[in-house]
C-alpha cells in the first residue's frame, strides 16, 4: 500500500470510535485548560513555565521559613531536605558536608523535639508577623552555599549578609535567632576564627576546657563567654 492510500484510509477512519473518544479526552483537556486560564487570568502556557521555575527553585534553593526556633539551624535543614524534598540522609550529608550518622542523629532529635510540619509551624506562630512570613517566603538560600570549612549557620549567616545584604536584626527574624548569636558567628568567621567543624578548632577548645576545668576559681565573665559559646553551638545544631 502506498504512503497516499493509507493517508487516505487514516482520514476514513479518523472518526471511528476509538479516535471520537480521544476527541473527547481532548475536549475536556482543552475545557480545563481554558477554566483554568478564566480562573488565574493567565495564559497556560505562562502558567506551566512559572510551575517549571518553583520546581527548579525547589530543587536548588529552600526556603528560609523553614527555621523555627523550636529547632536548631541545622535540624531545620535537615528536616526539611527529609520531610519536604524527599532526601535520603546520604544525599544531604554530601550537601551540607556532615556525617550520614550526625544526620540521622539530627533527623531522629528533631522529631522528638517538634513533630509539627515547619513550614506550617510559621503560618500558626504567635511571634511572627503577616510581614515576616511574606518575607521569609520571597528568601531563598541556595543548597551550593555550604562547604566544609564552615558550619550549616555560618554558611547561611554569610549568604544572608553578604549576598542579600541583610542586616544582623532581618537575619536574626529569618532564622529564629538571637540577634546578639548572628553578629558574633558572623564576626568570629570573617575574623578568621575556626569553625566548629574544623578538627584543630575542636583539639583545642578541648585543651582550653580541660585548662579551665583545673583552674579552682573562674571570673563571672568567663561563665558567660562559655554560656554564650554553648548558646551559638546548640543554635547551630
Known amino acids: 500500500?502506498?504512503?497516499?492510500?493509507?493517508?487516505?484510509?487514516?482520514?476514513?477512519?479518523?472518526?471511528?470510535?476509538?479516535?471520537?473518544?480521544i476527541l473527547k479526552k481532548l475536549a475536556k483537556i482543552d475545557k480545563l485548560i481554558k477554566e483554568t486560564e478564566s480562573i488565574t487570568g493567565k495564559e497556560f502556557s505562562d502558567l506551566l513555565s512559572s510551575m517549571k521555575e518553583k520546581m527548579q527553585l525547589k530543587k536548588n534553593y529552600f526556603p528560609a521559613s523553614i527555621f523555627t526556633i523550636k529547632l536548631g539551624v541545622t535540624e531545620c535543614l535537615v528536616r526539611y531536605m527529609k520531610d519536604e524534598l524527599g532526601f535520603k540522609y546520604k544525599e544531604i550529608s554530601g550537601i551540607?558536608?556532615?556525617?550520614?550518622?550526625?544526620?540521622?542523629?539530627?533527623?531522629?532529635?528533631?522529631l522528638k523535639k517538634y513533630s509539627g510540619k515547619l513550614l506550617d509551624e510559621q503560618k500558626t506562630s504567635l511571634t511572627s508577623t503577616k510581614q515576616d512570613i511574606h518575607i521569609k517566603q520571597d528568601i531563598h538560600i541556595p543548597f551550593s552555599i555550604f562547604s566544609p570549612e564552615h558550619t550549616v549557620f555560618e554558611s547561611i549567616i554569610i549568604y544572608l549578609k553578604e549576598n542579600k545584604v541583610l542586616r544582623f536584626s532581618e537575619i536574626a527574624k529569618l532564622t529564629s535567632r538571637d540577634q546578639r548569636t548572628i553578629w558574633t558567628i558572623y564576626h568570629r568567621v570573617r575574623s578568621g576564627s575556626k569553625s566548629s567543624n574544623n578538627p584543630k578548632k575542636n583539639n583545642s577548645s578541648h585543651k582550653n576546657n580541660s585548662v579551665t576545668q583545673n583552674l579552682k576559681s573562674t571570673s563571672e565573665n568567663s561563665k558567660e563567654k562559655n554560656q554564650a559559646k554553648q548558646n551559638i553551638t546548640q543554635n547551630e545544631e
Open 1 to 21: 500500500m502506498s504512503k497516499k492510500e493509507e493517508n487516505r484510509e487514516f482520514s476514513s477512519n479518523f472518526y471511528s470510535f476509538e479516535n471520537q473518544n
Open 96 to 110: 551540607i558536608h556532615r556525617s550520614e550518622a550526625v544526620v540521622g542523629v539530627m533527623y531522629r532529635t528533631s
